[in-house]
């Protein structure tokens, strides 16, 4: 510190002698010393006042006690810089982190549409934050006689629901090739999962399993939001109820399953909370809504009503949705 104190005294004297722009980048130069010794703030300023008091003799009493204040002030400050730098750095280290977590999920969540001649299926989700907490996923099973899809939600937002959600659609996966019911397979989810989840922890799914041969839908509900059916020969829309509870609550609960006939231009409308859980409405105000902006737009592909649907509750919304958002549509 002595050395740094002589290099200082010489630096600001001839600065106060000449007032040069030379003498100034000398003193640039000797910030770049500084910090590479990581000197802290109140420790330049001790320097400086030292410097001070050597170059003039007479200075005034109370001017060493206004540097002594302001030494005081600067180790407060220096501790509060140090602390958020450290936190800037731990921030940016998380900001990378969840980047690579949320580039692995969208892996994992990523569902590739069937491509089927006689239906027509449409999907969003929309993550409120990075991660998501929502999974559609479907799949047709081998002998392609059958279309089987889940839409799925964990109780809650952010990490601790995305990597819940991973595990699910990890679950759903090792039951693809297995031509099950949706009794059969939210069971088996619910074992897995009630062994698996945080006990905070709870998951919603509708699960279906199509028959494209004679276009009847089987399906099973733990706890989840109920679908709409739309039956185009009446122009009404029907709850799909089912009283399911939760997957993760007990071991061992049986899933009731129910059928219904699509015919043409017959559409199912599977969806998350986060669709109906519109600010200010009502759950059962949002579900007409919703009717409403489906039977407006029946005559686009499933997937262009998935999309109206998301950008007429944003608009309503001022395009601030407060949950993660996925819809699924099946349309014959």
């Known amino acids: 510190m002595q050395q740094l104190l002589i290099q200082y005294k010489q630096i600001l004297s001839d600065y106060i002698a000449n007032r040069q722009e030379q003498n100034l980048y000398v003193g640039q130069n000797y910030v770049r010393q500084l910090m590479k010794k990581n000197v802290a703030p109140e420790d330049v300023i001790n320097i400086h006042k030292k410097a001070i008091e050597e170059i003039y003799d007479d200075l005034p009493e109370k001017l060493s006690y206004a540097y002594e204040f302001l030494i005081e002030v600067m180790v407060q400050f ?132 199509y028959n494209l041969v004679n276009d009847v839908l089987t399906y099973g509900s733990a706890g989840h939001e109920p679908g709409l059916y739309f039956r185009a020969s009446d122009e009404s829309f029907h709850d799909l109820e089912s009283k399911g509870l939760l997957l993760g609550v007990l071991p061992e609960v049986k899933y009731p399953q129910f059928d219904i006939q699509l015919k043409e231009n017959d559409f199912v409308v599977i969806m998350t909370d986060g669709v109906t859980e519109i600010r200010d409405i009502e759950v059962n105000e949002s579900r007409n809504i919703i009717k409403e902006i489906t039977y407006l737009h029946r005559h686009l592909s499933a997937q262009e009503i998935c999309e109206k649907v998301y950008s007429e509750l944003q608009k309503l919304q001022d395009y601030a949705l407060k949950d993660d958002f996925t819809i699924f549509i099946l349309k014959k």
Do not use: W
Not at 104 to 118: A, D, F, G, R
Not at 119 to 130: A, N, T, V, Y
Not at 188 to 199: A, C, G, P, T
């Open 78 to 209: 220096g501790l509060k810089f140090r602390e958020h730098q450290s936190l800037l750095i731990k921030q940016e280290e998380l900001r990378i982190e969840m980047d690579i977590a949320t580039r692995i999920q969208n892996h994992l969540l990523k569902t590739t549409v069937p491509q089927i001649e006689s239906l027509d299926i449409g999907m969003l989700s929309i993550p409120l934050r990075q991660m998501n907490g929502d999974c559609v996923y479907c799949f047709l099973y081998d002998k392609k006689d059958y279309l089987s899809f889940a839409v799925t939600d964990v109780v809650g937002k952010g990490v601790p629901a995305a990597l819940c959600m991973s595990m699910v659609k990890n679950g759903l996966e090792t039951l693809e090739y297995v031509n099950n019911n949706p009794s059969h397979v939210l069971e088996v989810l619910n074992r897995i999962i009630e062994k698996s989840v945080d006990d905070s922890m709870f998951v919603s799914s509708f699960y279906g399993r």
